[in-house]
């Protein structure tokens, strides 16, 4: 069994990115919101789970239930383009059966569904073993109970509508007092998340994650020509105060005169040229080139079938030694800092040298 399922059990590592044009830093916000428990009807379910794995033999289960609440709001100019607002949600049951994993899942949300639902893990656990070339044996594991929630003080989703609508129109005002531009685009992507694990061993936890997505992009238009620009916000697990200290409002008429600005440069010619990236760029080829390489699941050729197998494979009996890249390159990564490309792999930190 791979160490990150008792990683998976202590904590959750929150997913943060560097800021663009904003004040607010990345020191943890004081909690306001507290954490909510586990809906009893999803516990009653995951029992009911369990026992039917259970009676079809499995000598390990787990149950995962998610509910989904997601809510986009589009504006144009001086008009609301659109509004979503939806909830979705699911049961997700693992068996563990003669070293064999199955796994089944359902969006009907009852006994009789769950119950169903639980067998057809065990049978997929059973038909497993024609293809499993490696008995599965879990590692023991301390039962976890507790709820967790991400560090929020005011929760997006319940931040009124009318709220919202206004703060966007009031960045789309701002823009279009820029002298030649034309269209301006704002919009708000939240999401909450709320999971509760259950598991035969004994483990309880609920855990809850927001996240907000603000966009912007303005059009400008002139002498037979238009450019725009969209500026990068970035998606963060943060609450509300996150969108208010982005100050959009007050920042849209920079943000646009980006797109004018774009109007005026020349076109690039073709040739050969020196590209200077920002240092952040540098994220995104880590965690694509070496996180993904070297995450634990890929090593171990468990991931074959979906993103592929990994050159880092560790040695016979040397879990965790990886072997990557040229004598004189230095790699340490942790997934537990704040804004790692590592959050997904299983190396600490990173560091070149």
């Known amino acids: 069994m791979s160490p990150t399922r008792r990683d998976f059990l202590k904590a959750t590592a929150a997913t943060t990115v560097a800021l663009a044009s904003t004040d607010l830093r990345l ?6 919101v507290s954490a909510p428990a586990a809906d009893p009807l999803a516990i009653e379910l995951a029992n009911e789970a369990l026992n039917a794995a259970r009676g079809a033999g499995a000598s390990y289960a787990d149950v995962r239930i998610g509910r989904y609440r997601r809510q986009e709001i589009q504006t144009r100019e001086r008009q609301v383009a659109g509004v979503s607002d939806s909830e979705s949600y699911g049961i997700g049951i693992r068996t563990l059966i003669n070293g064999c994993w199955g796994f089944a899942a359902t969006n009907q949300m009852t006994k009789e569904s769950v119950r169903r639902t639980a067998l057809d893990a065990a049978y997929m656990s059973r038909a497993a073993r024609a293809v499993q070339r490696h008995r599965v044996e879990l590692a023991p594991v301390k039962p976890a109970t507790g709820t967790w929630m991400t560090p929020i003080q005011r929760d997006p989703l319940e931040v009124p509508l009318e709220e919202k609508v206004a703060l966007l129109l009031a960045t789309n005002e701002a823009a279009l007092k820029v002298n030649g531009v034309r269209f301006v685009t704002s919009g708000l992507a939240l999401l909450r ?5 259950v598991t035969s061993e004994g483990t309880n936890v609920t855990q809850t994650f927001i996240r907000v997505g603000p966009q912007f992009s303005a059009t400008a238009v002139g002498d037979a020509d238009f450019q725009s620009y969209q500026e990068e916000i970035a998606p963060r697990g943060m609450g509300w105060e996150y ?3 982005l100050k959009m409002p007050a920042n849209a008429e920079r943000w646009a005169s ?6 005026k440069a020349k076109s690039v010619e073709a040739g050969q040229w020196d590209l200077i990236l920002e ?8 965690h694509e080139s070496i996180g993904h390489a070297t995450e634990l699941d890929r090593a171990l050729g468990q991931e074959a079938n979906y993103a592929g197998t990994t050159f ?7 879990i965790g030694q990886f072997k990557y890249g040229p004598a004189f390159m230095n790699i340490q990564a942790d997934r537990t800092q704040e804004g ?3 959050q997904h792999s299983g190396i600490r930190s990173l560091e070149f040298t």
Do not use: H, R, Y
Not at 258 to 263: Q, T
């Open 193 to 197: 998340e709320n999971k509760t694990l």
């Open 258 to 263: 980006l797109a004018v600005e774009k109007l």
């Open 27 to 32: 020191g943890a916000a004081p909690q306001v």
């Open 340 to 342: 790692s490309p590592f």
């Open 279 to 286: 240092p952040t760029n540098l994220w995104l080829t880590i």
């Open 312 to 318: 880092a494979a560790p040695p016979e009996k040397m």
């Open 243 to 245: 969108i208010d200290s």
